[in-house]
């Protein structure tokens, strides 16, 4: 078991990726700061928003495999079109899904002021914009290539 953890710990390829997931982290709370004026570290946590860690992730990640394996390996292929798959879905499903929610949250207002309904809000940042996916996906090759 220490031998498997010494090798997760060694693992270039992971101490990349996760890397920028972090890095694209801390940076949505910068960017909070920055937008709001206000310092909010739950977004630390929170998925949604500027850059996609997702996006910073599994980019990280591609060309971090491409880097070890090579560009023209199945590895890197695989990598890629998993990327491809992520980032699609963050900026448009995921992104859908946020707009509905956002949508029926509104709803739900409507009735819960002219009944006595309990009101629970529905997380609504949980997409991501194009440019925010973008944003993150450069962030993830750039930490690839500096790291």
């Given at each position: 078991?220490h ?10 390829v992971l101490?990349?990726?996760v ?8 940076l ?13 570290l739950?977004f630390?946590l ?6 996609s860690?997702?996006?910073a992730?599994?980019s990280?990640?591609?060309v971090?495999?491409g880097?070890?394996?090579g560009?023209?390996?199945?590895f ?6 998993f990327a491809?798959?992520v980032?699609?879905d963050a900026?448009g ?26 009101q629970e809000r ?6 991501h914009?194009?440019i925010?996916?973008f944003?993150?996906c ?9 790291y």
């Amino acid at each position: 078991m220490h031998d498997l953890f010494s090798q997760l710990i060694a693992n270039r390829v992971l101490q990349t990726a996760v890397g920028a997931l972090l890095a694209a982290q801390i940076l949505k709370v910068f960017f909070v700061l920055l937008v709001r004026g206000k310092l909010d570290l739950r977004f630390f946590l929170n998925s949604g928003g500027m850059p996609s860690s997702h996006s910073a992730l599994v980019s990280a990640l591609a060309v971090s495999i491409g880097r070890e394996y090579g560009f023209d390996s199945a590895f890197f292929a695989i990598a890629t079109v998993f990327a491809l798959i992520v980032m699609y879905d963050a900026a448009g499903v995921r992104r859908a899904a946020g707009k509905q929610a956002e949508v029926l949250n509104q709803i739900i207002e409507q009735i819960y002021r002219n009944q006595n309904l309990t009101q629970e809000r529905l997380k609504e940042l949980i997409g991501h914009t194009p440019i925010e996916v973008f944003a993150g996906c450069l962030l993830g090759i750039l930490f690839a290539f500096v790291y």
